[in-house]
């Protein structure tokens, strides 16, 4: 009998992992909720109405057409039984496997406050990038009509969480969109008088860099107009913005507040429900520790890749990125496509090319090796390389005309709202 494998997610990871094993002898099943993959560093540019989803996401059976040992299932992973070697699926399918290979992504953390959720959405999926999109083209409709200066103030400030990657993209992104984009569209209010704020708990945004570059990045924020604040923790998310707690000059804790009808959240992400229930050891965030062949305690058949996965190198984990899911995912093909036992498998190594952010038109950071970039020509690198890995040559050339179109313009096609959300305007505020 041909060997099983079982790919739970169709990311970076676990499509890599699939790819990799095209014409091994194999019979593979991919299992994804969703039936496409999403190209989740410009997932920010649908949120902020640079690109229609379309754009970004591409159908898992188009990509794996010509795959002949390779099927795809929509369907959503509810359990794995260790033992009996299958997973069992939402509607109660079950599919047995010899080859598990776990990279189902993360999902966003709100570090024991879940409550905070429908106040401050997270960016992880189209929905959410959707739902993002909506609620900031919403706050300027609503202060178009309000007549309270102060209402207007609030619908206008918008508090974005976390000064991770995700936080920097949104918070530029929508300083941009104010600023350009918007201006000039209404009558009633200036848009590009939007107050972005970013706020970070850590001494500095994008830890991640090195300091130089985290200082360029500010620099970069600030000249869009974004108030970027350090050092700040938030202790509350409600309906009327965003509770803080800082430290002044004097090294003195106080309490501040950000009256801000448009809470967004990029500072942190956990693990799945998967991971937790899969039974092996989990880091603080709540993602699977694997071993050095990133696999889990005791079975060696079954691999996490990709965000799922805490895969630590003298002691800290590899990053929540995709080149490293996509390591990982032809590691791990190599590992089935020989049928290697544990005890001949080299360590998985990862070999980092580099790292970037972007900011906005033409504001960028980035790292290789000891150079480092930042303004036109990282952001012309991380425009290169995230239009290159997109998927479907169709989604290039639409995501290179689009972008090549709102750099010369500022205009952007994508501002819909097509859903309000449940939230009524009435009389200068909002009820729900």
Not at 39 to 46: E, G, N
Not at 274 to 293: F, I, K, N, Q, T
Not at 345 to 369: E, L, P, Q
Not at 385 to 401: A, D, E, Y
Request: hydrophobic share 45%; charged share 25%; with cysteine.
């Amino acid at each position: 009998m041909r060997r099983r494998v079982v790919i739970v997610g169709g990311g970076f990871g676990g499509l890599t992992c699939a790819q990799a094993l095209d014409g091994a002898d194999v019979d593979i099943t991919l299992v994804d909720r969703t039936n496409h993959h999403l190209f989740q560093p410009l997932l920010y540019q649908v949120a902020m109405a640079g690109l229609s989803p379309a754009d970004i996401a591409y159908p898992i059976r188009s990509i794996l057409h010509d795959q002949e040992n390779c099927r795809v299932i929509l369907g959503d992973v509810v359990s794995i039984d260790r033992e009996a070697k299958h997973v069992v699926l939402a509607d109660g399918e079950e599919l047995e496997y010899d080859w598990l290979v776990l990279a189902a992504g993360a999902k966003t953390s709100y570090f024991g406050h879940d409550e905070w959720e429908k106040y401050a959405p997270g960016l992880k999926s189209l929905s959410d990038a959707i739902e993002i999109r909506r609620r900031v083209l919403v706050a300027f409709e609503d202060a178009e009509r309000t007549t309270d200066p102060q209402v207007e103030r609030e619908l206008l400030t918008f508090a974005v969480i976390g000064g991770g990657p995700t936080g920097v993209e949104l918070a530029g992104a929508i300083a941009e969109l104010a600023k350009h984009v918007l201006a000039g569209d209404f009558r009633s209010i200036r848009p590009e008088k939007a107050h972005v704020i970013l706020v970070e708990a850590g001494e500095r945004i994008l830890a991640g860099f090195p300091p130089d570059l985290s200082q360029l990045a500010v620099e970069q924020l600030e000249e869009l107009g974004v108030d970027v604040r350090t050092g700040a923790r938030v202790t509350r998310i409600d309906v009327d913005g965003v509770k803080l707690q800082r430290k002044d000059a004097d090294g003195v804790t106080v309490d501040d507040e950000i009256r801000a009808r448009t809470v967004l959240w990029g500072a942190g992400v956990g693990g799945t429900r998967l991971a937790e229930d899969l039974g092996a050891p989990l880091d603080r965030s709540g993602r699977v520790l694997v071993r050095r062949d990133t696999t889990i305690p005791d079975h060696e058949e079954i691999f996490c890749i990709g965000d799922m996965a805490a895969h630590l190198v003298d002691g800290k984990p590899l990053p929540g990125l995709s080149p490293v899911a996509m390591q990982q995912g032809r590691y791990v093909a190599d590992i089935i496509r020989f049928g290697l036992p544990r005890s001949r498998r080299n360590d998985f190594v990862y070999f980092d090319k580099g790292s970037m952010a972007t900011i906005g038109r033409s504001r960028a950071i980035a790292m290789a090796a000891k150079m480092h970039l930042s303004g036109f020509l990282a952001w012309g690198a991380w425009l290169f390389i995230h239009v290159w890995f997109l998927m479907g040559f169709k989604n290039r050339l639409v995501v290179m005309f689009t972008w090549a179109w709102s750099y010369l313009s500022y205009r952007r096609g994508a501002r819909l709202i097509t859903d309000r959300g449940g939230e009524v305007f009435v009389h200068g505020g909002k009820h729900r």
